[in-house]
């Protein structure tokens, strides 16, 4: 039971985690349980989350379709609502390529890490922005802050 009046309750959405690397591993529940947190950040509330692991090929591919950047990036957040004020549907791309690879250079699990980088995409989905240092500390802290909550789901 919420204690908010009808017209203030937030839409309750799916988040979904799919991948298009056989037999990739990582803690699904975790993932999801950092994510949703993160996902209290959105103001209009969620309709459809996709969080999708794929390949460095796959990933370059449409880092170079979708923001004219060659190569390969760790994650890729389309936002895919269909009306100004709705509730937010999206997709987030993960390269788990790459998230492997950050993992090691962080000497954190990569479970940790690729939660991390679901969470970077519901913060972009909810208008957040790492194009300044500012905001880059910001969504860091929002990252942290998800990922605490997570592990303690």
């Known amino acids: 039971m ?33 994510a949703r947190h993160g996902v209290r950040r959105i103001k209009n509330g969620v309709g459809h989350l996709n969080v999708i692991l794929i390949g460095d090929r796959d990933m370059s591919r449409l880092h170079r379709e979708y923001r004219g950047v060659p190569g390969t990036t760790d994650v890729l957040t389309f936002d895919l609502t269909d009306r100004p004020g709705g509730a937010v549907d999206g997709d987030i791309y993960i390269s788990l390529d790459q998230a492997r690879r950050q993992a090691r250079e962080y000497r954190q699990p990569l479970y940790k890490e690729v939660a991390r980088l679901a969470v970077h995409g519901v913060l972009h989905l909810a208008g957040f922005d790492d194009r300044t240092e500012t905001g880059r500390a910001h969504m860091r802290r929002l990252e942290d802050r998800s990922l605490e909550a997570g592990a303690r789901s």
């Open 2 to 34: 919420t204690d908010r009046p009808p017209s203030q309750r937030r839409a309750r959405g799916t988040l979904e985690l799919h991948s298009r690397i056989p037999g990739a591993r990582v803690r699904k529940d975790h993932l999801l349980a950092c």
